[in-house]
């Protein structure tokens, strides 16, 4: 029997679908619905528009209705919104955007991909003609349109998620003025607080006007008002503060809802009807370190699921893993990603974990463009199994990342991480890669021969004066050090034991940390039963410190910041 598919959303997660769907059945009738006026477009890439990265905007658009059908055999009907579902009938309500047209589309199978709908917040002045949200093609189009017709120079951008320091990014790149505000203490949650800073430290080196902890309390015709009552001037605002997961025709239709608010589907994504999937922004995913249900707006995951879908239609075995969330943004000069687990989901699920932070090169130091990499790693205390990385550099913090991101979907530990063979060319990487190094530090820590601090607890150490021993050389010293820092070099330290108090914790930092554990791990040997390491070292802490340096106006706890 001719099986009819229906498919309500035409980008990432039903666009994909519906192709993944032909492919395994030829002689499926396939409509897609899509309520807007454009299908498979690089919803991802919409950004770039701003700064004229990607200069036409047609080109967002990666196949229009003519296309699926010439290809694919798919007919996609664009400017048309599913409003209802009669499940008893196996219909479909469908109305033209625009107009009073409506009609009914039975269907077979009926797949959603929804999608999400940004947090619009219900505050004075939110519906000003100056005043957008990124969600399409046409979004980005209005955006750029007024800008250019009204000669824009400082924009708002309201949130510090994704879409918010992307949108932020290339605002500043087409030349204008950009204030990004967030109201948590910093921007990107899925990278820790002390990762964070390396970004806030890149986005205020280019000048955009960073403001966290703060909300936005209302709009005017030229500019915004925040919770704190601070002004700023801005003749467009761009809300980028979160998305929802389109629920309504779901909920309308009596489908299951999930404690977190998105559709419920099993392992196969199929939802509380047996003949109804979901898949993308709209639905529930399963978080397989956490062990408990999440949202996940990802374009890979959703076109994953849609295949899945796709497979188990048509009787192909999937085995379902759930999700890690694995993402990664390119910011002005850095590059930054993140996969698994951060402290805070640890926390939240219960974890007991440790970390690692390094920052060694991400190639060999001789060559070119050679420069830290930022790397943390949290791992499961005690079994060292892996639970999440982010990194952020110059170099290709996102080839680390999915190296984490494979070892933890295999269940990975910091072993198998130590053990790991990869590739190594002097102008790519090092012999010992960021991510090897760190299950050495890794194990270290988990096998007790490692005493460390966090670099979030310098400023305390500084304050209450704790001995703290810088062991560079002098030259780097002098250039810059913690304010009570005493500087005992690596090539002296054995000659000046009797400056190291035993009856007294003492704190060791170098640069990145590998020298001070060398001087750590001879002090143990030698005696010294209260030295430990600070994780992340002189580099770690000046990128820690300076933006709240900034923002606090406090006095700073280094003579001289070092970032190289």
Not at 97 to 106: A, L, M, P, W
Not at 146 to 167: L, N, R, S, T
Request: hydrophobic share 40%.
């Amino acid at each position: 029997m001719k099986t009819k598919v229906v498919v309500v959303g035409g980008v990432a997660g039903g666009a994909s679908f519906a192709a993944r769907w032909r492919r395994l059945n030829e002689e499926a009738e396939i409509i897609m619905f899509e309520k807007g006026p454009h299908v498979s477009f690089s919803n991802c890439s919409l950004p770039y528009h701003l700064s004229g990265i990607v200069g036409d905007r047609q080109k967002l658009v990666l196949m229009d209705p003519e296309q699926f059908d010439r290809k694919h055999n798919i007919e996609a009907r664009v400017n048309s919104e599913v409003i209802h579902i009669n499940r008893e009938k196996k219909t479909v309500t469908v109305q033209k955007v625009g107009t009073d047209e409506k009609y009914e589309e039975s269907y077979d199978q009926l797949v959603l991909s929804t999608g999400a709908n940004p947090v619009v917040p219900k505050l004075e002045g939110i519906d000003l003609p100056h005043v957008f949200t990124v969600r399409n093609v046409v979004d980005i189009g209005k955006i750029n349109e007024y800008i250019q017709q009204e000669e824009v120079q400082d924009v708002a951008v309201i949130g510090g998620g994704f879409i918010g320091v992307e949108v932020a990014e290339n605002v500043r790149l087409s030349g204008l003025n950009v204030s990004l505000v967030e109201f948590a203490n910093q921007i990107m949650t899925p990278f820790d607080y002390d990762m964070a800073q390396v970004l806030h430290k890149e986005m205020i080196d280019h000048h955009v006007n960073l403001i966290v902890g703060d909300g936005l309390k209302e709009v005017q015709a030229d500019g915004i008002t925040l919770q704190s009552g601070k002004q700023i001037h801005a003749q467009a605002v761009i809300l980028a503060i979160g998305v929802r997961p389109e629920t309504t025709l779901a909920e309308s239709a009596g489908l299951e809802i999930g404690e977190t608010g998105g559709i419920k589907v099993n392992q196969h994504y199929l939802t509380s009807d047996p003949t109804i999937y979901a898949v993308g922004d709209a639905i529930e995913v399963y978080h397989q370190l956490m062990h408990q249900p999440t949202r996940l707006a990802l374009a890979g995951p959703a076109q994953r699921q849609a295949r899945a879908a796709a497979d188990h239609l048509h009787g192909i075995p999937h085995r379902h893993t759930g999700v890690i969330g694995s993402s990664s943004i390119h910011l002005f000069d850095l590059n930054a990603a993140s996969t698994g687990l951060n402290e805070k989901t640890a926390k939240m699920a219960g974890i007991s974990y440790d970390t690692v932070y390094i920052m060694p090169n991400d190639k060999v130091g001789l060559m070119p463009n050679s420069h830290p990499l930022h790397f943390k790693l949290l791992f499961e205390y005690p079994t060292g199994k892996i639970l999440g990385a982010q990194a952020i550099g110059k170099g290709n913090a996102d080839k680390r990342i999915d190296v984490i991101a494979t070892m933890i979907t295999m269940g990975g530990t910091l072993d198998d991480l130590k053990e790991l063979e990869l590739t190594y060319s002097p102008m790519l990487g090092t012999a010992k890669d960021v991510v090897n190094m760190a299950a050495l530090v890794g194990l270290n820590l988990l096998h007790g021969n490692l005493n460390q601090v966090p670099v979030s607890e310098a400023r305390n150490l500084v304050e209450s004066g704790a001995f703290i021993i810088d062991v560079r050389e002098r030259k780097e010293y002098e250039a810059g050090h913690l304010r009570t820092s005493v500087n005992i070099p690596m090539s002296e330290f054995r000659d000046r034991l009797d400056e190291i108090p035993k009856d007294r914790p003492v704190y060791l930092h170098c640069r990145t940390g590998q020298r001070s554990y060398n001087v750590y791990a001879a002090l143990r040997q030698l005696g010294f039963e209260k030295v430990q390491n600070i994780s992340g070292s002189y580099l770690g802490i000046s990128h820690y410190e300076y933006y709240d340096d900034q923002r606090l106006q406090r006095d700073p706890i280094v003579t001289e910041y070092n970032f190289k």
